[in-house]
């Protein structure tokens, strides 16, 4: 109509906020679940990603006077959290490359930090929400087992323990 609004949340990577959503069903009771928690650093939600007025929601009227970004199919009050969610925090963590993975979720034994997953059938069901033929993107799921020194490259832990060996 012709009103400049403020677009809430703004920017590019906002504007192409990955949706997909993955189930994981475990064809046996281990207690072992898809968890999304614990992905985020602290200074994440209390400096960087803030809800408006300091609320664990976002709501319609703190968005009266504000647009949405233009690829988005659903308003940030329908987000879970607002801009305090984890997973819209994972995304908007910029790559430094075009190829790029960020971390969906964990896999997590009820009640404690183990991960195991002994062998056996599973189910991951996707809902393929983000389009990415239109710019001849790809979408991979990755599972994948972390060590000390992170995650598939070792470069960046070996390269930090080298780096710190002299200055001990």
Same mark, same amino acid.
């Given at each position: 109509?012709?009103? =400049?609004?403020?677009?809430? &949340? $703004? ?8 949706? /997909?959503?993955? /189930? ?11 968890? $999304? $928690?614990?992905?985020? =650093?602290?200074?994440? $939600? ?9 609320? %664990? !929601?976002?709501? &319609? ?7 949405? &970004? ?9 987000? %879970?959290?607002?801009? !305090? ?12 490359? &075009? ?18 997953? %002994?062998?056996?059938? /599973? ?21 994948? !087992? ?23």
């Amino acid at each position: 109509n012709g009103t =400049r609004m403020p677009v809430v &949340p $703004c920017g590019l990577i906002a504007n192409s906020l990955f949706n /997909d959503s993955f /189930d994981m069903f475990m064809n046996r009771d281990t207690g072992e679940n898809m968890t $999304c $928690c614990n992905r985020t =650093r602290d200074t994440d $939600c209390s400096v960087r990603f803030q809800n408006p007025n300091g609320a %664990p !929601e976002v709501s &319609p009227e703190d968005l009266v006077d504000t647009t949405m &970004p233009p690829n988005w199919p659903y308003d940030l009050s329908e987000i %879970p959290g607002g801009l !305090e969610n984890e997973s819209f925090i994972v995304w908007f963590r910029v790559s430094a490359f &075009p190829k790029f993975r960020k971390l969906y979720g964990r896999l997590q034994e009820s009640g404690s930090s183990d991960i195991n997953l %002994p062998a056996g059938n /599973d189910s991951i069901f996707l809902t393929y929400n983000y389009p990415v033929r239109e710019y001849k993107g790809t979408k991979s799921l990755f599972l994948a !087992e972390i060590s000390w020194l992170g995650g598939r490259n070792l470069f960046l832990g070996i390269a930090y323990i080298v780096t710190a060996t002299p200055s001990i």
